[in-house]
């Protein structure tokens, strides 16, 4: 959640997508949110990276980062979420190492400002995209198709996904 912990309890949609995303069965469901300062300055000084609440698994192990975007105003914070737990924030620079980073919330019914920084976006209502997302993830990771190439395939097949590295805008 790219905002303060007391923030995401707040947050509506992050109730939605956690609740979607427990009842899968092959799941293995976690959040994490923006770290305060002091947190942030204590995982730079002991060189650790942003980590998930209850397993404390970094971010960057992870095969797939959703972030709940619940204003614009908490667009920069998904950049400073990616730098955190070890994910270069450019998508472009982004490797088969990395997780897949996706979003969803009410302000990426204009997604450009933040395009950059994401695999694959879910515009509008998240549900049947986000369930429809973690049907297909499992099969397109075991068919061996590389990251990119999935963010792009479900950008193509699943209504109300966008991927933003399949479109240059001037």
Known sequence: FPDLYESAFAAAERDVVLAL???HPRLRVEWACLPALDL??????????????????????????HFVIPEAACFLNVAAMLEL???PAPASERG????????SGPPL?????VAP??????????????????????ALREAGLPKSEIALELGRTLDGAYAPA???VD
């Not at 088969?96 to 979003?103: D, F, G, Q, R």
């Open 21 to 23: 995303l427990d009842a």
């Open 40 to 65: 942030e300055r204590a995982l730079a000084t002991h060189d650790l990276p942003l980590f998930s609440l209850s397993s404390r698994t970094p971010l960057h192990a992870f095969d797939l980062v």
């Open 85 to 87: 737990g070890c994910i």
């Open 96 to 103: 088969e190492s990395h997780p897949l980073v996706t979003a």
């Open 109 to 113: 019914l204009a997604p450009e400002a």
């Open 117 to 138: 920084l994401l695999d694959l976006v879910l515009v509008g209502e998240v549900e049947d995209a986000l369930g429809a997302l973690v049907e297909r993830w499992p």
């Open 166 to 168: 399949g479109y240059q």
